[in-house]
């Protein structure tokens, strides 16, 4: 296969994949090598049969059983070897428990140890579950319950370990500076479920007097997330796996409230229903039903959400077999009560389907099928017996059904799914797949060990099964040893990392994998870094951080390390000198980042590693903490409480104003002045510019916020796509009538990219509120016939189109179904026919496979405005 070739198909893999990880979120293609027939070839009967055949009768749809997550139970413990500490206020150790499973709506439970390290917990729900003990001067530990039992019955026991583990600490604060005090610190793993991190223990602390608060955790990667009542949660990550220690700092925004009725079509309250809220980020939302649910509604459908930070937010709620289409839409200020929020539902489309093992009718129980699509994230009930899942409600348009399993290797990019109206059935496949084990040497408990695959092992036909391999790790014992899988049948390179001891790889072919042998890793010196950051100042250099990012490495997939993205992070100390050992070999990108965002420094921008290298640096500050401070009003001169005032360089780093309209930002600068954004609290669509001058004095008029109203008509289901000063994605109102607030004074262009249909309209806001009709025709087809560069017919060549205008994101959804279902292909005489599109220039590749090596031709063609389907005649490439 030549290089760009390839390059496209793995910028198409990446793409899919993006949208299929997990980031706390959130949280949240390759061609399906699957049984699955395309999407469209069984629209008329609702079901993808794998090819069986149009006489093929999918089973019964199985009926909804009583969720026995449900059943409340009174759960014990005690965890061995547990001391209470004997000092005035001292840390209690703390246990927690959470369901072990995507789209609970069953909270974090926790309790304090007895002086006998005994605990007890009511009206614990009866489902999977992980029990985590996070004791003081103790390595925090944790185990998974399959089928909890109550107190008659077992006394759950948790072993405390004296293994050296790695101090994660910090301190939680408000926006105003002062420390919280008895704080809840939850410490998440980012571990692996099947890839999406569903089964992993929650590590808690209590904050203390001075908002402090300490852990001794296993070497890993970690969600950082603080809350308390009457504030909004505030999360950090935090990665120990090549140092002793990280720190975070957490700061807590005074919360607001929402309330309201969940309701359906006929406005009758829904009991039962769970409720998931999501930012508005730049006015669009996803929703991810496999998160653990905000609340749940109560009788009449009523419900309250408390510690809610102010913005803009979605609301989703999702009840048997309804679910939202449109969220509710809130604006939050600073200690607002939003009341009489509804959040309507409407019948779902219901989906359900069968997992098989590859290429035979062997059913699999207790796989998992994740459907990941455009706007929502959807968790279907664990295969039972005959390999049968049930997805619920879904609500209509594309999905990436993303099937795994724990003892087999699962599909990443399973199959393209388009749900209808019409009752949905779908065929997933796992591979047997294979389990490594061996030895890492010299024996240390904790070495991490994971896997990566380099783009050249990848096939079109097991890209999803291999790309799955990314996701597995593990870690060695007492003994050194290790065992990773399941993983699809291939070849992978296994990588175990260690801080004091060094790295090493092997690579792993099928024939060895089969073979069962066991591996051993001898792990050799890797790189090392020190140096020290100069030009402190009155800087406070435990403040700062050097991260290095991979660069170069755009054809390696693998499911912790990716190009741009942080690899390791080494702490300041006081004094400026930073150092890291067991560094992996490569080409990195170096940024110095404050706890309030990015830092400018002179020094060297890349870093080249070699495995024993030990290398040093010597960076010094280019800029210093200024404080740039004012206030906030309206058009009349009144005081704005709740505003945004935040770093045009780094919006993270950001101040609210007090109820006096009075903000203090305290930011990098190199110049007493300060380019800065602002906007009223929940003023997400658009935000306003200024520069500020260092000290006080700073006078900030916030805008009017103008509404868009935008009429559709028949185009009821898919989004709503505004750009100009900013871009908002809205999902569209079943009423044909969209209603956009926040919006500045200006020029917008609007796109209603509906499910069948596409429009576009242009509007200017100027002094009020405006309508725009937005009249929409079908989404375009494009036919003709590819002829090579010898003027034969190109036959059986996979194409795909790429509009250069894409507001609607057609590519995206055209690179995934290029990667999950049947690819779309010319036929023997190279005629090819490619729906879904917009008008303008497009770009159509071809990726002939019929030769020697697989070669890609491309070329742009125009797509005229209209109805119908675009003859584009011959396509001489």
Not at 338 to 365: C, F, K, M, Q
Request: glycine content about 12%.
């Amino acid at each position: 296969m030549s290089n760009r070739a390839k390059s496209i198909l793995i910028v198409l893999a990446l793409i899919v994949t993006a949208g299929a990880l997990w980031s706390l979120s959130g949280q949240r293609g390759g061609e399906a090598g699957t049984a699955l027939a395309s999407a469209d070839a069984h629209a008329g009967s609702g079901a993808d049969t794998g090819g069986r055949g149009q006489g093929f009768e999918p089973p019964p749809r199985p009926s909804a059983g009583a969720d026995t997550g449900r059943r409340a139970l009174r759960l014990c413990g005690v965890v061995l070897g547990y001391q209470a500490p004997e000092a005035p206020g001292a840390a209690p150790g703390m246990i927690t428990v959470s369901v072990a499973r995507p789209g609970t709506a069953h909270p974090v439970r926790s309790a304090r140890l007895s002086a006998e390290g005994r605990w007890q917990l009511d009206l614990v729900p009866g489902a999977p579950l992980q029990l985590a003990a996070s004791v003081p001067g103790f390595v925090a530990t944790s185990q998974h319950i399959a089928d909890p039992q109550p107190c008659a019955k077992k006394v759950y026991e948790l072993t405390l370990s004296d293994e050296a583990g790695t101090r994660l600490h910090g301190t939680v604060s408000d926006v105003f500076g002062g420390a919280i005090s008895g704080a809840e610190v939850d410490v998440i793993p980012r571990g692996h479920q099947n890839g999406f991190g569903f089964e992993q223990p929650i590590y808690r602390a209590l904050s203390d007097d001075e908002g402090a608060f300490e852990l001794l955790v296993p070497s890993n990667r970690y969600v950082v997330r603080s809350h308390f009542p009457g504030y909004a949660s505030a999360s950090a990550s935090a990665d120990t796996q090549l140092r002793e220690q990280a720190s975070v700092s957490l700061v807590l925004s005074p919360a607001a409230s929402i309330s309201g009725r969940v309701v359906d079509a006929q406005g009758a309250g829904i009991p039962d229903a769970e409720l998931r809220m999501v930012p508005l980020a730049g006015g669009s939302s996803f929703v991810n039903y496999a998160a653990r649910a905000d609340a749940v509604s109560g009788p009449e459908g009523v419900f309250r959400i408390d510690d809610v930070a102010f913005g803009s937010w979605a609301i989703y709620a999702r009840s048997g077999e309804a679910v939202s289409s449109a969220p509710a839409e809130v604006a939050i200020e600073l200690y607002d009560q939003v009341e009489d929020v509804v959040v309507s539902l409407d019948r779902g489309t219901p989906v359900y389907g069968a997992v098989h093992l590859r290429g035979e009718d062997t059913p699999i129980s207790d796989a998992l099928v994740t459907l990941k699509g455009d706007s929502a994230t959807m968790t279907c009930t664990p295969s039972d017996d005959s390999g049968v899942f049930d997805c619920g409600a879904v609500p209509q348009g594309t999905y990436n059904a993303i099937v795994a399993h724990e003892q087999y290797a699962g599909n990443l990019l399973g199959a393209s799914v388009s749900v209808s109206a019409e009752q949905r059935y779908i065929e997933l496949e796992v591979e047997p797949g294979y389990t490594l084990s061996g030895r890492v040497s010299p024996a240390s408990e904790g070495v991490a060990v994971r896997v990566r695959m380099d783009a050249d092992t990848l096939s079109m036909g097991g890209m999803g099964y291999s790309m799955m391999n990314a996701f597995r790790s593990a870690s060695t014992d007492r003994e050194g040893r290790f065992s990773i899988g399941p993983l699809a049948l291939g070849s992978v390179t296994l990588i175990a990392e260690h801080q004091a001891f060094g790295r090493a790889e092997v690579q792993v072919d099928r024939a060895l994998a089969e073979s069962g042998a066991e591996l051993e890793l001898a792990l050799a010196p890797a790189a090392s870094l020190s140096g020290r950051v100069g030009g402190l100042g009155q800087t406070d250099a435990t403040t700062l951080e050097l991260v290095l990012s991979p660069l170069g490495e755009p054809q390696r997939i693998d499911g912790t390390r990716s190009t741009g993205a942080a690899m390791y992070t080494l702490p300041v100390d006081a004094s400026g000198a930073f150092a890291a050992t067991g560094l992996e070999p490569g080409r990195y990108g170096l940024s110095l980042r404050h706890t309030l965002g990015a830092v400018d420094y002179s020094g060297p921008e890349t870093l080249e590693l070699d495995d024993g290298q030990r290398a040093s640096l010597e960076l010094v500050l280019s800029a210093q903490q200024q404080r740039f401070a004012g206030a906030v009003v309206d058009a009349e001169g009144s005081p704005v409480e709740g505003a945004v005032v935040y770093a045009s360089k780094d919006p993270s780093n950001r101040a609210v104003s007090d109820v006096d309209g009075q903000f203090s930002l305290v930011a990098w600068s190199d110049a007493e002045s300060l380019r800065a954004g602002f906007h009223r609290a929940g003023y997400s669509t658009a935000a306003s510019s200024t520069t500020l001058q260092a000290g006080g004095g700073n006078r900030l008029e916030v805008p009017p916020e103008l509404d868009l109203v935008v009429e559709h008509g028949d185009a009821k289901t898919g989004r709503l796509v505004i750009t100009g000063k900013t871009r908002v994605v809205r999902p569209l109102s079943r009423s044909g009538t969209t209603t956009v607030s926040g919006l500045l004074e200006g020029e917008y262009q609007v796109h209603v990219c509906a499910d069948e249909r596409y429009g576009a309209a242009k509007v200017r806001l100027i002094g009020g509120p405006a309508s725009v009709p937005v009249t929409t025709h079908a989404w375009r087809s494009a036919s003709g016939q590819a002829l090579a560069p010898d003027g034969q017919p190109l036959a059986a060549s996979q194409v795909f189109a790429m509009p250069t205008r894409d507001p609607c994101g057609v590519f995206s959804r055209a690179a995934r179904a290029s990667f999950t279902g049947e690819p779309l292909r010319t036929d023997a005489e190279g005629r090819f026919e490619i729906s879904g599109l917009p008008p303008g220039p497009t770009a159509l590749y071809f990726i002939d496979s019929g030769g020697e090596e697989p070669r890609e031709l491309t070329i742009t063609v125009d797509i005229e405005d209209g109805e119908g389907t675009h003859d584009l005649g011959e396509v001489q490439l």
